[in-house]
């Protein structure tokens, strides 16, 4: 009965000898040993990976999604994700901790979510940050005055990297900074307002130059986080965006061509515009999933990935559930809500479910060469926080 805590001693003291060899042979301490493996997650966009910003700026419901039954499956209350739980971004950074601290032996498990920026009271940036908006675009006039656009998300990144340099010596922070990993979903927003809104933008440009003026914008962000030290780049191309059911009902059930000619122009535009960054920024790495494809098998062959129902949302009302109205908070107040989102690709009429997310994240982080297309571009995640 007295040898178990005997050899519990021995193992403690064989754990401590051994963290301290490792440490002494690498000329290291442990914490500088995590320091050298650590890689910032820095998250850009819109919805698909807002995790809660929103909440705390003045707009209206329509871009908020801080109310029942937002959350309710994994956090069983609402913290303004536009799911029923968590996001892709949430679960690329708990991946991300598991694997980038497993050889410490360190337990990254229990700590929370990436935060969002804006979060009152948080101010350890160390790990990262989310700075998603929902709503948000490339470009300023998209939903301006009611979300954070991308140049202001840059402004509030820089914000960061200013804590950052006071945190640490100013070689360590930029050898941090280049470490990190920048991922963004951008772009869905900018080509869906101009329909919900009835705005009249795309008759002042055609579809080729508007979809430059995007893309324009993600560059200029792009170049400005390079020039400060990041080197490491994430992407996930636009959706079937003609194929949500809020879009379908624009489309009386059918995909909505209007919009998907749009989506067709800026993914295949994406890839090139990545590759010439490639070559004209050195040590430019960047992992670009098809987010589009992806989506697009889920959407009308549920059963092949687990689920049972593609087309039709798990919250909203009206055909497909594609009228925004999940939750009763916004323009139209009565919503349907499904039994098991997990048996949903779509939770409300624009965003996925927590199921779909997190098969996503999973695909993205370490899908193999053979899997790979060339729009996907050279490395997946797990390769890219590695680097």
Same mark, same amino acid.
């Given at each position: 009965?007295?040898?178990?805590?005997?050899?519990?001693?021995?193992?403690?003291?064989?754990?401590?000898?051994? #963290?301290?060899?490792?440490?002494?042979?690498?000329? &290291?301490?442990?914490?500088? $040993?995590?320091?050298?493996?650590?890689?910032?997650?820095?998250?850009?966009?819109?919805?698909?990976?807002?995790?809660?910003?929103?909440?705390?700026?003045? +707009? +209206?419901?329509?871009?908020?999604?801080?109310?029942?039954?937002?959350?309710? +499956?994994?956090?069983?209350?609402?913290?303004?994700?536009?799911?029923?739980?968590? =996001?892709?971004?949430?679960?690329?950074?708990?991946?991300?901790?598991?694997?980038?601290?497993? &050889?410490?032996?360190?337990?990254?498990?229990?700590?929370?979510?990436?935060?969002?920026? @804006? /979060?009152?009271?948080?101010?350890?940036?160390?790990?990262?940050?989310?700075?998603?908006?929902?709503?948000?675009?490339?470009?300023?006039?998209?939903?301006?005055?009611?979300?954070?656009? %991308?140049?202001?998300?840059?402004?509030?990144?820089?914000?960061?990297?200013?804590?950052?340099? $006071?945190? #640490?010596?100013?070689?360590?922070?930029?050898? +941090?900074?280049?470490?990190?990993?920048?991922?963004?979903?951008?772009?869905?927003?900018?080509?869906?307002?101009?329909?919900?809104?009835?705005?009249?933008?795309?008759?002042?440009?055609?579809?080729?130059?508007?979809?430059?003026?995007?893309? *324009?914008? =993600?560059?200029?962000?792009?170049?400005?986080?390079?020039?400060?030290?990041?080197?490491?780049?994430?992407?996930?191309?636009?959706?079937? @965006? !003609?194929?949500?059911?809020?879009?379908?009902?624009?489309?009386?059930?059918?995909?909505?061509?209007?919009?998907?000619? &749009?989506?067709? &122009?800026?993914?295949?535009?994406?890839?090139? @515009?990545?590759?010439?960054?490639?070559?004209? @920024?050195?040590?430019?790495?960047?992992?670009?999933?098809?987010?589009?494809?992806?989506?697009?098998?889920?959407?009308?062959?549920?059963? /092949?990935? *687990?689920?049972?129902?593609?087309?039709?949302?798990?919250?909203?009302?009206?055909?497909?559930? *594609?009228?925004?109205?999940?939750?009763? /908070?916004?323009?139209?107040?009565?919503?349907? %809500?499904?039994?098991?989102?997990?048996?949903?690709?779509?939770?409300?009429?624009? $965003?996925?479910?927590?199921?779909?997310?997190?098969?996503?994240?999973?695909?993205?982080?370490?899908?193999?060469?053979?899997?790979?297309? $060339?729009?996907? !571009?050279?490395?997946?995640?797990?390769?890219?926080?590695?680097?």
């Amino acid at each position: 009965m007295r040898r178990k805590p005997v050899m519990a001693r021995l193992s403690s003291l064989f754990l401590i000898f051994f #963290l301290g060899l490792v440490s002494k042979s690498f000329g &290291l301490s442990v914490s500088k $040993h995590s320091s050298k493996l650590h890689a910032p997650f820095f998250i850009f966009g819109d919805s698909i990976f807002d995790a809660g910003n929103n909440n705390y700026i003045s +707009t +209206t419901t329509l871009d908020q999604a801080n109310f029942w039954p937002y959350g309710e +499956t994994y956090f069983k209350f609402p913290t303004g994700r536009f799911s029923d739980g968590r =996001l892709i971004s949430d679960f690329i950074g708990k991946i991300c901790r598991s694997f980038c601290y497993v &050889l410490l032996l360190l337990n990254m498990q229990n700590l929370p979510p990436i935060p969002p920026f @804006l /979060k009152p009271g948080y101010a350890n940036f160390y790990h990262g940050v989310n700075f998603a908006s929902g709503g948000a675009g490339a470009l300023v006039e998209t939903y301006q005055g009611s979300v954070i656009p %991308l140049n202001t998300q840059i402004r509030n990144f820089k914000k960061v990297v200013t804590w950052y340099r $006071h945190k #640490l010596v100013y070689y360590e922070a930029k050898m +941090t900074l280049s470490r990190a990993v920048y991922m963004f979903s951008i772009g869905a927003n900018d080509y869906i307002s101009p329909f919900v809104t009835n705005s009249g933008v795309l008759k002042s440009y055609s579809a080729p130059d508007y979809v430059g003026m995007v893309l *324009g914008n =993600l560059t200029i962000t792009l170049k400005e986080i390079y020039k400060i030290g990041g080197r490491k780049f994430a992407f996930i191309n636009l959706p079937p @965006l !003609g194929c949500l059911p809020a879009i379908r009902v624009i489309g009386n059930g059918s995909c909505f061509e209007e919009v998907s000619s &749009l989506v067709k &122009l800026h993914n295949q535009a994406l890839p090139k @515009l990545l590759l010439k960054l490639d070559k004209q @920024l050195k040590g430019f790495k960047y992992s670009l999933y098809d987010f589009h494809s992806s989506l697009s098998q889920r959407i009308n062959h549920p059963s /092949k990935y *687990g689920f049972k129902e593609g087309k039709t949302a798990c919250c909203g009302t009206g055909p497909y559930r *594609g009228v925004y109205s999940c939750g009763g /908070k916004r323009i139209v107040k009565e919503f349907e %809500l499904c039994d098991k989102p997990n048996a949903y690709v779509f939770w409300d009429s624009y $965003h996925p479910t927590e199921n779909a997310n997190k098969k996503i994240a999973a695909q993205m982080w370490s899908r193999t060469k053979r899997s790979r297309s $060339h729009t996907f !571009g050279p490395y997946n995640l797990k390769e890219l926080f590695q680097e």
